[in-house]
């Protein structure tokens, strides 16, 4: 069977983390090889760049600085982890990938989409997720969820509510400019029921 690499986009508290988890399950059951990563991070370096950008002071980066780390953490992860497991014929589930830097710095701090692409097709070239999986929640919802995690990894949650609707508003755009490739899920329903459309969705896409 070949390969597929599968991301997983939203706001804060959208799920994503839980949902990766349920769907690499399902996947295992059907005897597919998966392999579940994450941005920023997923390597070892690429993991210290995300301490990096994912700790401290909410103004500690300049927003070219920060979209450069994150597009630097994928280099490496694309490079080291994402490609060579898509080789070998395993299934990629990613927590987050380039549209995630489309909407966070492009969009929500404001430099632009034509830069991020530019970035990308330097650090990345043309590698594409083959689905992409918006999972939406209104952010004040998503923020409340994530209120009891015990983690200093909270910088990009104490950014103001208005940054937050920027990237609902940017997440949904990219699922009509990418609307082959992608689904948007209302994240606010039950943990199962999104679990159940996710995988009907990949059964019929992918014929498995
Ligand atoms: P996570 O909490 O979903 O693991 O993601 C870590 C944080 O990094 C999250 O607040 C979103 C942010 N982020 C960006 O700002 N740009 C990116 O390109 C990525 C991948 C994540």
Known sequence: MASQFITFEGGEGSGKSSQI???????????????CTREPGGTPSAEILRELVTTGEVNKWEPMTEALLMFASRHEHTKNLIIPSLENGKWVLCDRFYHSTYAYQGLGHGLGLEAM????KISIGE???DLVFFLDIDPMDGIKRT???HTNEDRFEKMDISFHTKLRDAFLGF???????SVVINASQEINKISDI????????FKI
């Open 21 to 35: 988890n349920l769907l690499k399950s399902k996947l295992i059951d059907k005897g597919i090889d998966v392999v």
């Open 117 to 120: 692409e530019a970035l990308k």
């Open 127 to 129: 590698i594409e997720p």
């Open 147 to 149: 209120m009891g995690r």
């Open 175 to 181: 699922s009509e400019t990418y609307s082959e490739n």
């Open 198 to 205: 996710i995988f009907e969705e990949i059964e019929k896409r």
